[in-house]
């Protein structure tokens, strides 16, 4: 359980020592002491259940992993209040959802962006929520993505190499390592900031290259920290901005000439950010297993792919 969980609980007089109940949260306790903890029943939530498709990787009793498609947004918000994943899980799910938080819910521990596929984890029980967003708080979550970029991240560059928040690991790996916080004018994007934000690292490995010369990748990048848009905002500042993104992609488009008029015309015309959630791995939180998901390239990005193999 979640420390404000118990708070609330203590605060609502659902906590009692030696059957007398305790009304502060910060009252001593001592070696002997019998606790007792009331709880009450999962209170359904507002959020309505809706039967929409799920891909579901996997399933138990404690978590399930889906393989969330584009255009889904994960939680209700004021501007996407139905047809989210959380009411998709509340139909799913049903009775199988033990309550997070005192709530009848799915348990949410990371998001992936409306416009952005692939592998999220999503915990049945407080047991299992607590355990999932500790181990996304100390960073031990396997989380790698594939991306379609501008461009090609090379250790040649010398315009990377005279980049302070840029280096280069063994095998030509690329880190990327800034502070990233709301865009100082515009609320809606994250930025680069040079004080303030919070402190986020991001790793990118060429998989492939396209064009002659090349003049786009797939890449595969992985997360050190978990910062909102990190993907999108940390390629941008590189150079190398994610093919179809419109916040952070800017208006480049790729050269005819080096990847042929179709190819050329199928990247502008691309109508998501080119990103996909595609490794996801943790430690099972009720049996300590080592679970680890794969997802392969959606059909969008891999047709896209193919056009520029051209």
Not at 186 to 210: C, I, K, M, Y
Request: hydrophobic share 40%.
């Amino acid at each position: 359980m979640t420390r404000s969980r118990l708070a609330k609980l203590i605060a609502a007089g659902g906590v009692a020592r030696g059957g007398a109940v305790l009304s502060e949260a910060r009252a001593r306790v001592a070696e002997g002491d019998e606790i007792e903890i009331a709880f009450a029943e999962p209170t359904e939530v507002a959020t309505s259940a809706q039967a929409i498709p799920l891909n579901v990787v996997h399933e138990d009793d404690e978590l399930i992993v889906i393989d969330k498609p584009a255009g889904m947004v994960v939680h209700p918000a004021p501007g996407s209040p139905s047809g989210t994943l959380v009411n998709a899980l509340l139909a799913h799910c049903g009775d199988s959802l033990s309550g997070i938080g005192g709530e009848k819910r799915p348990g949410i521990v990371h998001r992936i962006d409306k416009e952005t596929s692939g592998l999220l984890v999503i915990a049945k029980t407080d047991k299992a929520h607590a355990a999932l967003s500790a181990q996304f708080a100390a960073h031990s979550v396997e989380r790698h993505y594939n991306a379609l970029v501008f461009g090609v991240p090379d250790p040649g560059d010398p315009r990377l190499r005279g980049l302070d928040a840029i280096s280069f690991e063994p095998g030509g790996v690329m880190r990327i390592a800034t502070r990233i916080g709301r865009h100082p004018s515009d609320r809606q994007r994250q930025a680069v900031l040079n004080s303030g934000g919070r402190h986020a690292v991001t790793r990118v490995r060429v998989v492939e290259t396209f064009g002659a010369p090349p003049t786009a990748a797939l890449v595969e990048c992985w997360l050190e920290t978990g910062r909102t848009h990190q993907i999108r905002v940390h390629l941008a500042h590189a150079g190398h901005g994610l093919i179809g993104d419109p916040v952070y992609g800017g208006r480049r488009r790729l050269s005819e000439r080096a990847v042929g008029t179709d190819a050329s015309a199928a990247a502008a015309e691309f109508p998501r950010q080119a990103l996909h959630a595609a490794t996801l791995g943790f430690v099972h939180p009720g049996t300590g297993e080592k679970m680890r998901f794969e997802s392969a390239l959606p059909e969008d990005m891999a047709l896209l792919a193919a056009a520029l193999r051209f």
